[in-house]
Protein backbone atom coordinates (compact mmCIF):
# COMPACT_ATOMS: atom_id res chain seq x y z
CA UNK A 1 0.00 0.00 0.00
CA UNK A 2 1.56 3.21 -1.27
CA UNK A 3 0.13 5.12 1.28
CA UNK A 4 0.90 2.56 4.36
CA UNK A 5 3.24 5.36 5.32
CA UNK A 6 1.67 8.61 5.16
CA UNK A 7 -1.35 6.78 7.12
CA UNK A 8 0.46 6.02 9.77
CA UNK A 9 2.57 9.47 10.07
CA UNK A 10 -1.23 11.35 9.92
CA UNK A 11 -2.64 8.81 12.85
CA UNK A 12 0.62 9.05 15.03
CA UNK A 13 0.05 12.88 14.69
CA UNK A 14 -3.37 12.36 16.01
CA UNK A 15 -2.62 10.58 18.56
CA UNK A 16 0.09 12.55 20.03
CA UNK A 17 -2.59 15.25 20.09
CA UNK A 18 -4.68 13.54 22.39
CA UNK A 19 -2.01 12.33 24.73
CA UNK A 20 -0.59 16.04 24.94
CA UNK A 21 -3.69 17.35 26.09
CA UNK A 22 -3.53 14.23 28.73
CA UNK A 23 -0.59 14.93 29.86
CA UNK A 24 -0.23 18.82 29.67
CA UNK A 25 2.16 19.29 32.70
CA UNK A 26 5.44 17.92 30.66
CA UNK A 27 8.21 19.36 32.50
CA UNK A 28 10.95 21.00 29.91
CA UNK A 29 13.53 19.11 31.34
CA UNK A 30 11.71 16.12 29.92
CA UNK A 31 10.79 18.22 26.69
CA UNK A 32 14.69 18.71 26.10
CA UNK A 33 15.43 15.05 26.88
CA UNK A 34 12.89 13.39 24.61
CA UNK A 35 14.25 15.79 21.64
CA UNK A 36 17.82 14.76 22.26
CA UNK A 37 16.54 11.10 21.92
CA UNK A 38 14.87 11.66 18.64
CA UNK A 39 17.07 13.63 17.50
CA UNK A 40 20.05 10.38 18.08
CA UNK A 41 17.49 8.65 16.65
CA UNK A 42 16.97 10.06 13.59
CA UNK A 43 20.74 10.50 13.19
CA UNK A 44 21.06 6.44 13.18
CA UNK A 45 18.35 6.28 10.28
CA UNK A 46 20.02 8.62 8.23
CA UNK A 47 23.47 7.08 8.71
CA UNK A 48 22.01 3.84 8.00
CA UNK A 49 20.56 4.73 4.52
CA UNK A 50 23.42 7.40 3.93
CA UNK A 51 25.92 4.13 4.13
CA UNK A 52 23.71 2.11 1.88
CA UNK A 53 24.84 4.25 -1.27
CA UNK A 54 27.01 1.81 -4.28
CA UNK A 55 28.43 4.60 -5.14
CA UNK A 56 29.01 7.66 -2.88
CA UNK A 57 30.39 9.72 -5.32
CA UNK A 58 27.31 10.31 -6.63
CA UNK A 59 25.68 11.48 -3.02
CA UNK A 60 28.35 13.66 -2.66
CA UNK A 61 27.90 15.60 -6.27
CA UNK A 62 24.23 16.19 -5.85
CA UNK A 63 24.60 17.17 -1.83
CA UNK A 64 27.10 19.96 -3.39
CA UNK A 65 25.36 20.74 -6.64
CA UNK A 66 22.04 20.47 -4.67
CA UNK A 67 23.23 22.40 -1.82
CA UNK A 68 24.40 25.36 -4.32
CA UNK A 69 20.89 25.42 -6.13
CA UNK A 70 19.30 25.63 -2.93
CA UNK A 71 21.35 28.44 -1.44
CA UNK A 72 20.73 30.32 -4.81
CA UNK A 73 17.02 29.46 -4.46
CA UNK A 74 16.83 30.52 -0.57
CA UNK A 75 14.44 27.62 -0.38
CA UNK A 76 14.76 27.72 3.33
CA UNK A 77 13.49 31.27 3.18
CA UNK A 78 10.46 30.98 0.92
CA UNK A 79 9.14 27.92 2.82
CA UNK A 80 9.44 30.38 5.97
CA UNK A 81 7.51 33.10 4.26
CA UNK A 82 5.29 30.40 3.17
CA UNK A 83 4.92 29.72 6.81
CA UNK A 84 4.42 32.92 7.81
CA UNK A 85 1.76 33.62 4.83
CA UNK A 86 -0.34 30.65 6.70
CA UNK A 87 0.11 32.61 10.12
CA UNK A 88 -1.61 35.57 8.55
CA UNK A 89 -4.64 33.99 6.43
CA UNK A 90 -5.59 32.14 9.50
CA UNK A 91 -5.01 34.82 11.49
CA UNK A 92 -2.55 32.91 14.46
CA UNK A 93 -1.70 36.12 15.93
CA UNK A 94 -4.87 34.73 18.95
CA UNK A 95 -4.53 33.71 22.12
CA UNK A 96 -1.39 31.12 22.25
CA UNK A 97 -3.59 28.66 22.59
CA UNK A 98 -5.82 28.86 20.08
CA UNK A 99 -7.08 26.40 17.26
CA UNK A 100 -5.45 28.24 14.52
CA UNK A 101 -2.14 28.70 16.35
CA UNK A 102 -1.82 25.01 16.68
CA UNK A 103 -2.84 24.36 13.49
CA UNK A 104 -0.27 26.84 11.79
CA UNK A 105 2.08 25.80 14.23
CA UNK A 106 2.28 21.90 13.97
CA UNK A 107 1.76 22.25 10.43
CA UNK A 108 4.47 23.93 9.55
CA UNK A 109 6.81 21.65 11.44
CA UNK A 110 5.20 18.20 10.07
CA UNK A 111 4.64 19.59 6.70
CA UNK A 112 8.24 21.61 6.13
CA UNK A 113 10.97 19.65 6.02
CA UNK A 114 13.33 17.15 4.12
CA UNK A 115 12.55 14.24 5.67
CA UNK A 116 8.77 14.04 4.44
CA UNK A 117 9.53 14.32 1.25
CA UNK A 118 12.42 11.37 0.98
CA UNK A 119 10.36 9.86 2.87
CA UNK A 120 7.29 9.58 0.80
CA UNK A 121 9.25 9.67 -2.32
CA UNK A 122 10.41 6.12 -1.27
CA UNK A 123 7.19 5.23 -0.45
CA UNK A 124 5.83 5.62 -4.05
CA UNK A 125 8.71 4.34 -5.57
CA UNK A 126 9.94 0.86 -3.90
CA UNK A 127 6.63 0.76 -1.11
CA UNK A 128 9.05 1.21 1.55
CA UNK A 129 7.27 2.93 4.78
CA UNK A 130 10.65 2.98 7.39
CA UNK A 131 11.56 6.56 6.31
CA UNK A 132 7.54 7.79 6.83
CA UNK A 133 7.10 5.55 9.95
CA UNK A 134 10.35 7.28 11.65
CA UNK A 135 9.19 10.47 10.83
CA UNK A 136 5.27 9.83 12.50
CA UNK A 137 7.55 8.74 15.52
CA UNK A 138 9.09 11.89 15.53
CA UNK A 139 5.58 14.02 14.60
CA UNK A 140 3.59 11.92 17.48
CA UNK A 141 6.22 12.79 20.66
CA UNK A 142 6.33 16.42 18.77
CA UNK A 143 3.05 16.80 18.72
CA UNK A 144 2.53 15.20 22.56
CA UNK A 145 4.70 18.85 23.34
CA UNK A 146 3.09 20.72 21.18
CA UNK A 147 -0.17 19.90 22.06
CA UNK A 148 0.05 19.99 26.17
CA UNK A 149 0.61 23.91 25.45
CA UNK A 150 -1.12 25.12 21.97
CA UNK A 151 -4.10 22.45 22.14
CA UNK A 152 -6.31 20.27 19.90
CA UNK A 153 -5.68 22.71 16.93
CA UNK A 154 -2.17 20.40 16.47
CA UNK A 155 -4.15 17.49 15.65
CA UNK A 156 -5.41 18.91 13.02
CA UNK A 157 -2.23 19.26 10.89
CA UNK A 158 -2.62 15.65 10.14
CA UNK A 159 -4.58 16.99 7.27
CA UNK A 160 -2.47 18.97 5.67
CA UNK A 161 0.41 16.08 6.20
CA UNK A 162 -1.55 13.24 4.63
CA UNK A 163 -2.39 15.48 1.52
CA UNK A 164 1.01 16.29 1.07
CA UNK A 165 2.76 13.41 1.31
CA UNK A 166 0.22 11.00 -0.35
CA UNK A 167 0.44 13.42 -2.95
CA UNK A 168 4.17 13.10 -3.83
CA UNK A 169 3.58 8.99 -3.01
CA UNK A 170 1.58 8.84 -5.52
CA UNK A 171 3.80 11.06 -8.03
CA UNK A 172 6.11 8.78 -7.62
CA UNK A 173 4.89 5.79 -8.40
CA UNK A 174 4.35 7.33 -12.13
CA UNK A 175 8.06 7.68 -12.24
CA UNK A 176 8.72 3.81 -12.43
CA UNK A 177 6.64 3.97 -15.43
CA UNK A 178 8.90 5.87 -17.48
CA UNK A 179 12.36 5.01 -16.58
CA UNK A 180 13.79 1.47 -16.91
CA UNK A 181 14.13 -0.85 -13.55
CA UNK A 182 17.82 -0.96 -13.31
CA UNK A 183 18.01 2.83 -13.63
CA UNK A 184 15.29 3.14 -11.37
CA UNK A 185 16.99 0.72 -8.76
CA UNK A 186 20.20 2.66 -8.39
CA UNK A 187 17.94 5.83 -8.40
CA UNK A 188 16.38 4.40 -5.15
CA UNK A 189 19.13 3.21 -3.87
CA UNK A 190 20.96 6.68 -4.15
CA UNK A 191 18.35 9.07 -3.83
CA UNK A 192 18.27 7.56 -0.21
CA UNK A 193 21.52 7.83 0.59
CA UNK A 194 21.56 11.44 -0.44
CA UNK A 195 18.37 11.37 1.71
CA UNK A 196 20.20 9.78 4.64
CA UNK A 197 22.87 12.69 4.83
CA UNK A 198 19.98 15.24 4.74
CA UNK A 199 18.05 13.06 7.67
CA UNK A 200 21.49 13.27 9.82
CA UNK A 201 21.31 17.04 9.37
CA UNK A 202 18.24 16.70 10.69
CA UNK A 203 19.01 15.05 13.66
CA UNK A 204 22.20 17.23 14.39
CA UNK A 205 19.73 20.22 14.41
CA UNK A 206 16.98 18.55 16.56
CA UNK A 207 19.49 18.18 18.74
CA UNK A 208 20.85 21.89 18.94
CA UNK A 209 24.59 20.94 17.77
CA UNK A 210 23.76 22.66 14.15
CA UNK A 211 21.62 24.84 12.11
CA UNK A 212 21.89 23.56 8.89
CA UNK A 213 19.14 24.87 6.34
CA UNK A 214 18.14 21.37 5.28
CA UNK A 215 15.56 22.48 2.52
CA UNK A 216 18.21 23.79 0.75
CA UNK A 217 20.08 20.31 0.42
CA UNK A 218 16.39 19.48 -1.31
CA UNK A 219 17.13 19.93 -5.10
CA UNK A 220 20.39 16.98 -4.01
CA UNK A 221 17.26 14.76 -5.40
CA UNK A 222 16.48 16.10 -8.27
CA UNK A 223 20.13 16.41 -9.24
CA UNK A 224 20.59 12.44 -7.99
CA UNK A 225 17.81 11.92 -10.70
CA UNK A 226 20.09 13.77 -13.60
CA UNK A 227 23.69 12.13 -12.41
CA UNK A 228 21.94 8.76 -12.67
CA UNK A 229 20.06 9.30 -16.39
CA UNK A 230 23.67 10.64 -17.50
CA UNK A 231 25.07 7.75 -15.69
CA UNK A 232 22.75 4.96 -17.32
CA UNK A 233 22.58 6.85 -20.97
CA UNK A 234 26.46 6.74 -21.60
CA UNK A 235 26.71 3.11 -19.89
CA UNK A 236 28.58 4.16 -16.86
CA UNK A 237 26.56 2.17 -14.22
Do not use: C
Not at 60 to 75: D, F, M, P, Q, R
Not at 85 to 92: P, V
Request: proline residues 1%.
Amino acid sequence: MVLLGTLINAVLIIVGTILGRALRNISEKMKETVMYVIGLSVIVLGLDMGLGSQNFVIVIISLVLGTVIGEWANLEGKLNDFGHWIERILGAKESKGSLAQGFVTATLIFVIGAMGIIGAMESGLSNEHGVLISKGIIDGFTSIILASTLGFGVMLAAIPVFVYQGLIALFATQISLAIPADALDMFILEMSATGGVMIVAIGLNLMGVTKIRVANLLPGIIVVGVVVSVMYNFNLM
